[in-house]
């Protein structure tokens, strides 16, 4: 059985030019899409590139969790056996390179969505939006030419710095028991690597691409990110198959009966203040029995204007604050913060009155990162957050 310091010094070999590829492959989308990103200065750059390892590391040790657990339980048994590896290194080399073009293939699509491929873009495959990629395939080819170019770089690349040798290690025959305990010692601390780096930490769930979101500002984030992370995550997430755009004429019918603007002649920069109470109904406001539930929130709603008919488009807390802040309603089965669409650019109140010059906070009586609720009041301009840590 070779050591263990050897099983870790060839994982890591097999790793290190993956990282390097992807920090080529994050610099090149910047340098392509600064303007479109808003990245003007070098220290934005060196951010995004070590705020970005973050997003690698799980998304590399996600896509390769069966090609890696394959090579930490027979490589210390089979090292040496040139065939077995032979195959494994084909497999891994292809399917990272497989991973390099769709990130690749972002350099193209970015520009019409602003944001990074998700598994939604799978359906430009399979038909579910249309026949027209594998028509338009040839067109495109031409048109980014340089894609495939660096795919070949890229294979060049890996074929240089994993060769074959590597895993051409000599069997040693004194199998003893010193030796094997090792080996579950070195498969536990991988066991346990792989789960803390696929989750991107030890923070209570598991990274998604909003989070990127406390790294930089919400405009940044596809750089920050990596596209074969958005595809893994957004795996198993639905996405809004209704057209809506058919349902009303905005302009005869809701703005003529129902829409009436209240126009003020100035803005005047009072104080705004959101109390947001949970499984709280209107039976409980100005309650006429002898046990009133709400006096504080009764004593405010006499001194200013309250709707009694309104109406709820949102069924639980997590759906409850974008729909508050930023009018978005639950109109799927995810809810907004950890649906496909969670780092659109959205529009939200706390950044209309961040642009007439207020200060933002958020005030939470949950743990930091409950609901990923932290997450969305940094993608709604939010300035502070205060939770319970």
């Known amino acids: 059985m070779p050591t263990q310091f050897h099983i870790w010094q060839i994982f890591i070999r097999t790793f290190l030019p993956l990282i390097l590829i992807y920090t080529a492959l994050r610099i090149g989308f910047i340098a392509m899409f600064s303007s479109d990103l808003e990245i003007h200065s070098f220290k934005e750059i060196l951010n995004i590139i070590i705020s970005g390892w973050r997003f690698d590391l799980s998304a590399l040790m996600l896509a390769n969790i069966v090609l890696n657990g394959i090579y930490f339980l027979v490589f210390p048994w089979t090292a040496g056996l040139t065939a077995i590896w032979r195959v494994w290194r084909v497999l891994f080399i292809a399917w990272n390179l497989l991973f390099i073009l769709l990130n690749l293939a972002d350099f193209a699509y970015f520009p019409f969505v602003q944001k990074r491929m998700q598994m939604d873009a799978m359906q430009f495959l399979t038909g579910e939006k249309g026949s027209d990629f594998y028509r338009l395939l040839p067109e495109f080819i031409l048109q980014f030419w ?6 070949i770089l890229a294979y060049i690349f890996l074929n240089r710095l994993i060769p074959l040798s590597i895993f051409k290690t000599e069997i040693l025959r004194n199998k003893n028991t010193k030796s094997f305990f090792q080996y579950l010692f070195s498969l536990s601390i991988f066991g346990a690597l792989s789960i803390i780096t696929i989750r991107g930490g030890f923070q209570l769930k598991p990274i998604d ?16 990110v990596n596209t074969t992370f958005t595809l893994l995550r957004s ?15 905005y302009e005869t019918e809701l703005q003529k009966k129902i829409i009436q603007p209240f126009k003020r002649d100035s803005f005047k920069s009072w104080n705004v203040v959101i109390l947001i109470v949970e499984s709280l109904s209107h039976k409980y406001l100005h309650n006429d029995q002898k046990w009133n539930a709400t006096p504080f929130l009764d004593s405010l709603l006499n001194e200013g204007l309250y709707m009694e008919n309104s109406y709820a488009n949102a069924k639980e807390s997590i ?7 930023s009018s978005i309603p639950s109109w799927q089965k995810d809810p907004y913060i950890n649906s496909i669409y969670s780092t659109n650019q959205i529009s939200s109140l706390p950044n209309e009155l961040k642009n ?12 930091n990162g409950t609901m990923r609720l932290d997450l969305f009041a940094k993608m709604a301009g939010i300035e502070k957050y205060f939770g319970k840590k």
């Open 146 to 151: 340089y894609i495939p170019f660096l795919v």
């Open 209 to 224: 691409s909003v989070n990127a979101g406390q790294m930089t500002d919400s405009r940044k984030i596809p750089a920050v």
């Open 235 to 249: 795996k198993g997430k639905n996405n809004l198959t209704e057209d809506l755009s058919g349902k009303w004429n």
């Open 319 to 325: 759906q409850g604050i974008p729909a508050i802040l």
């Open 356 to 367: 007439k010059s207020y200060t933002t906070g958020f005030f939470h009586g949950g743990q």
